[in-house]
């Protein structure tokens, strides 16, 4: 089973960036669907970005025009780049892969997404 790990956590001040990482133990096939999603204290996990194998996104209303999700095949990490941060974005943010299917386009259902890493927190403040 492949293991993912994110990076890239921390505080910042309302409206700085950050810039996440998800690093997988193994060779994660370029076909494969990824997501950021996140969880508040009190609240449930929501999807934040996607992309599919063939590179298209989806965001979140609450982050389009903020965040930018990416990916780098050859050195297998997915990335979150997160500009104009707002304290509504404080959560726990966790990157997860569907690894059992090909993904031809992009699937924002979580529960399609069975390896998740173990989060990094995101503490935005005004």
């Known amino acids: 089973q492949v293991q993912l790990a994110e990076s890239g956590g921390g505080s910042v001040q309302s409206g700085g960036s950050l810039r996440l990482s998800c690093a997988a133990s193994a060779r994660l096939p370029g076909s494969r669907c990824l997501g950021w999603f996140r969880q508040a204290p009190g609240e449930g996990r929501e999807g934040v970005a996607y992309?599919?194998?063939?590179?298209?996104?989806k965001y979140a209303d609450s982050v389009k025009g903020r965040f930018v999700i990416s990916r780098d095949k050859v050195k297998n990490i997915l990335f979150l780049q997160m500009d104009s941060l707002k304290p509504e974005d404080t959560a726990i943010y966790y990157c997860a892969a569907r690894l059992d299917a090909v993904c031809p386009t992009v699937v924002d259902r979580p529960s399609a997404y069975n390896s998740w890493g173990p989060g990094t927190q995101v503490t935005v403040f005004s």
């Open positions: 992309i599919s194998g063939p590179g298209e996104t």
